[in-house]
């Protein structure tokens, strides 16, 4: 009589750390905690703290939205938007400091005009500056130089008490004097 040929033999020991492992894999019984089971008898739903909802949203979300997926026709036209709206953006800046400069040369062109001004008003060449004159001269750009009391003002903060909300009713339309 012929006995059937195992290839694989058979091993029913286990080792040590097998067994732990096998330990381990099991699932806990009991719940871990109470409240979802004492919930659950209530037939409550779970009370959501508003902050901890907040938190988390603040915490679990990207600063910056996900990326635009557009066709090819409608990221032309993206394009095409966010190009003239940079231009636009870089006429008005440039506009800007352009009028900024403006006022800034005449500025300094009425500062200049001030320090060659004598006493009587008249403009004086610098060349011309006559030694015992030179108080005179140039006393209106001394006097508008002079920085005193510029910070003895009440700051534009405390004109009005602080509020953290704007009021309830925005005007009072029936206030008079």
Not at 30 to 55: C, G, H, M, N, Y
Not at 56 to 63: A, E, G, I, N, W
Not at 80 to 101: C, M, S, V, Y
Request: some cysteine.
């Amino acid at each position: 009589m012929l006995l059937p040929i195992r290839l694989r033999p058979v091993l029913q020991t286990h080792s040590p750390l097998v067994s732990l492992a096998c330990a381990f894999q099991r699932t806990q019984q009991s719940p871990f905690s109470t409240t979802q089971v004492l919930e659950a008898r209530k037939k409550q739903k779970p009370k959501l703290d508003r902050r901890i909802t907040l938190i988390r949203y603040f915490l679990q979300h990207p600063l910056t939205p996900r990326p635009l997926r557009f066709s090819r026709n409608r990221y032309l036209r993206h394009w095409t938007i966010h190009r003239a709206w940079q231009l636009f953006q870089l006429k008005t800046r440039q506009k800007r400091e352009l009028e900024l400069e403006r006022q800034w040369c005449s500025m300094r062109d009425a500062s200049e005009a001030l320090r060659l001004m004598d006493g009587n008003g008249l403009r004086v060449d610098e060349k011309s500056v006559d030694v015992s004159k030179s108080k005179d001269v140039g006393r209106l750009y001394r006097i508008a130089m002079l920085k005193k009391g510029v910070w003895d003002g009440v700051p534009i903060e405390y004109a009005r008490i602080q509020t953290h909300t704007p009021p309830r009713d925005g005007w009072n339309h029936g206030w008079t004097r």
